[in-house]
């Protein structure tokens, strides 16, 4: 089971943010897939907070995957299915078998900074097909506007970022508006989170 600092100080605040946008519809079992779950902590935490959610994690790699399947035995949570080998970066197509119109809800925390535009490309592109009509895509991060980036810690993350790989950076708001509009979604929320970080919220038309 890792263990994620980060995942520890943030969960309560993503928590109330989902449990806020999904309330309205928890007269039903809803189906969510999260991209990119790391250690496991988030998930496992929504579920028991969220028990009319049936959770898919996934995750590239095997570490994090055996992360999660520790924290659902640990847990005995009941709505968290097993982690699935899933890249966001490959077509939807190759996204572990998951068909059109399949999920009430994809989230992505931390994701977009850690990836390339291509991926980012690839995640909404995905959430366009697979997400049912009026379903949503949450992501959580830091995120340039207009293409500046403010206050100065969060400059430094970008470059810190860029120097582990050049692909990477804090991705445009303005951009990933772009990205949800050709891909049949809209920008409805954005909620200032702590540090910086802010909750985006797209919903399928």
């Known amino acids: 089971m890792l263990v994620s600092p980060q995942a520890e100080r943030n969960w309560e605040g993503l928590c109330s943010v989902l449990e806020d946008v999904l ?5 039903r079992q809803l189906f969510a897939l999260e991209l990119g779950s790391g250690t496991g902590q988030h998930v496992i935490r929504f579920a028991q907070k969220m028990p009319f959610v049936t959770w ?5 790699k095997e570490e994090s995957r055996d992360s999660i399947k520790a924290y659902i035995a640990a847990t005995h949570a009941k709505t968290v299915l097993q982690p699935i080998h899933l890249d966001a970066n490959e077509p939807w197509e190759k996204w572990a078998g ?10 992505a925390i931390n994701l977009l900074q850690y990836s390339s535009f291509q991926t980012a490309q690839s995640v909404f592109s995905g959430a366009g097909q697979i997400i049912k009509q009026n379903g949503l895509l949450i992501t959580y991060g830091v995120y340039a506007s207009n293409g500046i980036i403010t206050p100065s ?3 430094l993350l970008d470059e810190e970022l860029r120097k ?3 692909e990477w950076g804090l991705p445009d708001l303005d951009v990933l508006r772009q990205l949800a509009y050709s891909n049949g979604m809209r920008m409805e929320r ?12 797209f919903r399928k038309l």
């Open 23 to 27: 309330e309205p519809q928890s007269h």
């Open 56 to 60: 898919q994690p996934s995750d590239i």
């Open 98 to 107: 998951l068909s059109q119109n399949s999920c009430d809800v994809i989230i």
């Open 153 to 155: 810690c969060n400059e």
């Open 164 to 166: 582990i790989n050049p």
């Open 190 to 201: 954005m909620i200032d989170m702590e540090e910086c970080y802010k909750c985006l919220i």
